[in-house]
């Protein structure tokens, strides 16, 4: 009788663990931060990409800075 509580308690552990790991991971899956896609545009002087947000178009042309934008005129 005593090896079949032993076997008993071993699959309820067991249980118990499972539960534990799935719920841990369920938890760092929750807390993972989210990535925000940004558009880019490719500067027309110096052809780096940069977040369409700070960039400066001008001349049907998209630049990183306003002084790419003013050495490409010249």
């Not at 008993?8 to 899956?29: N, S």
Request: proline share 3%; aromatic share 14%; glycine share 4%.
């Amino acid at each position: 009788m005593g090896l079949f509580r032993l076997f008993i308690l071993a699959v309820i552990g067991y249980c118990a663990y499972a539960l534990w790991r799935k719920y841990q991971q369920h938890q760092r899956l929750q807390q993972r931060p989210t990535t925000q896609v940004t558009d880019t545009v490719r500067c027309a002087y110096c052809n780096t990409h940069s977040p369409k947000q700070t960039a400066v178009y001008a001349n049907g042309k998209w630049y990183c800075n306003e002084q790419h934008q003013k050495l490409s005129q010249q």
